[in-house]
């Protein structure tokens, strides 16, 4: 593996996720973790939603986005960041950077929502259409910061990321110690890996099992064979699992640290927002509730258990809740 990788990798760790706890409580709120009790009936176990959902930008990663601005050198501040996204890794890091000063560029691809583009632009990002998709909208980013000095800020690789994303796992254990399954969905797998860095620190014994995209399965396809693998361009609704292939530092993390991954339809992805709107009155995007449709898909599996199924993110278009409902 290339040494740059190898020392990301390195600072992926519990010591890390300690010090970013001390910041990102500074400036983020614990998010809920709430127990419904129809929905735990509904399944069997004692299932408790942990809702990333109702942060700042709607979605768990702004919590890594507020440990990166918090720990980036003087030279990042002057000459600004630059990021590649299709949605909440952009929302997260330009309302993270506006609350620094700090000049934020989003690469997104032609044709990418509306909504989303508009909401970046509130937090007063400088948004930049370029490519076909999210590989093309990337392969920007990296002339940008080569040409114009600016810090691609890489969502998948960057440690600080990952464990400012990591403190979700400390509020889970710190609420729900003795938990013995949590449900998280993976695209790239940052959110997963963070995850698995807490479990191994805390408790290894805690199953740890992901949730994909059937048509998109980049992760589950890699740990099966045992090598990091890239999939063949696909459709799926969830945008947040759009991944072709796992980011190589989640991807060394979760390798052997993962007990399972759960393959989704497009119509179960789909039922999980009605899921998210029925059980708990929230407003979940589709990969946001993939973990609570995963939960409906593996009921017989978590009989009797302590579940936490974390709703990842909420920001979902009018237009998409109206043909789902």
């Not at 691809?109 to 370029?130: F, S, T, V």
């Not at 796992?169 to 449900?183: A, M, Q, R």
């Not at 009797?304 to 789902?324: A, C, D, P, Y």
Request: net charge negative; glycine share 8%.
């Amino acid at each position: 593996m290339d040494k740059h990788y190898q020392d990301a990798i390195s600072k992926v760790n519990m010591l890390e996720v300690f010090k970013a706890r001390r910041i990102v409580e500074r400036v983020l709120e614990k998010t809920h973790l709430t127990s419904y009790r129809r929905l735990s009936e509904e399944l069997g176990a004692e299932v408790y939603v942990k809702h990333e959902n109702h942060l700042p930008t709607n979605s768990f990663k702004v919590r890594g986005a507020v440990n990166f601005m918090a720990n980036v050198p003087p030279e990042v501040v002057r000459n600004g960041v630059v990021v590649a996204t299709k949605g909440n890794h952009g929302l997260a890091v330009a309302w993270a950077a506006q609350e620094k000063g700090i000049f934020c560029n989003v690469v997104v691809p032609e044709g990418n929502n509306p909504e989303l583009n508009a909401n970046i632009l509130a937090y007063g990002a400088q948004l930049i259409e370029q490519g076909s998709d999210f590989y093309e909208a990337q392969d920007y980013c990296e002339e940008l910061a080569e040409n114009a000095g600016y810090y691609y800020l890489r969502q998948g690789n960057e440690p600080l990321l990952i464990s400012g994303i990591a403190t979700m796992g400390l509020e889970i254990f710190e609420e729900l110690p003795d938990v013995d399954v949590i449900l998280m969905p993976i695209g790239g797998g940052t959110g997963c890996a963070a995850l698995a860095t807490v479990i191994q620190g805390i408790n290894p014994q805690v199953e740890l099992i992901g949730v994909q995209a059937a048509n998109m399965p980049s992760f589950y396809e890699s740990w099966r064979q045992g090598k990091k693998v890239v999939v063949p361009a696909a459709e799926t609704v969830a945008d947040g699992l759009a991944a072709r292939s796992a980011f190589e530092v989640p991807w060394a993390v979760l390798k052997d640290r993962i007990r399972d991954v759960v393959l989704l339809t497009e119509e179960e992805l789909l039922e999980g927002v009605r899921l998210a709107l029925r059980y708990t009155q929230n407003l979940a995007e589709v990969a946001g509730a993939a973990s609570l449709a995963a939960a409906f898909k593996i009921r017989e599996r978590l009989r009797g258990k302590k579940v936490v199924s974390v709703m990842t993110g909420g920001n979902i278009t009018v237009e998409r809740l109206r043909n789902i409902l």
